[in-house]
């Protein structure tokens, strides 16, 4: 009976573990999402062509529509 209520007890723990993973996980997620929002008003929002390039190669990968007026 005692090994019985150790493997349950124990079962509970590794759930509570996991549930608590993913509350961080979403949290975090969320938190993304939100600077995603912002980062993407301020770039879109700018009346000033701003153009996001890789250094590496000199791609363009996104250009704001500051660069049509």
């Given at each position: 009976?005692?090994?019985i209520?150790?493997?349950?007890?124990?079962?509970?723990?590794?759930?509570?573990?996991?549930?608590?993973?993913?509350?961080?996980?979403?949290?975090?997620l969320?938190?993304?999402?939100?600077?995603?929002?912002?980062?993407?008003?301020?770039?879109?929002?700018?009346?000033?062509?701003?153009?996001?390039t890789?250094?590496?190669?000199?791609?363009?990968?996104?250009?704001?529509?500051?660069?049509?007026?």
């Amino acid at each position: 009976m005692e090994i019985i209520i150790q493997v349950f007890f124990e079962l509970f723990m590794i759930l509570l573990t996991y549930s608590l993973v993913l509350m961080v996980n979403k949290r975090l997620l969320l938190e993304i999402q939100t600077q995603e929002e912002k980062f993407s008003k301020a770039f879109h929002g700018s009346p000033y062509a701003v153009t996001l390039t890789r250094l590496s190669d000199g791609k363009v990968i996104e250009v704001n529509s500051g660069s049509k007026r």
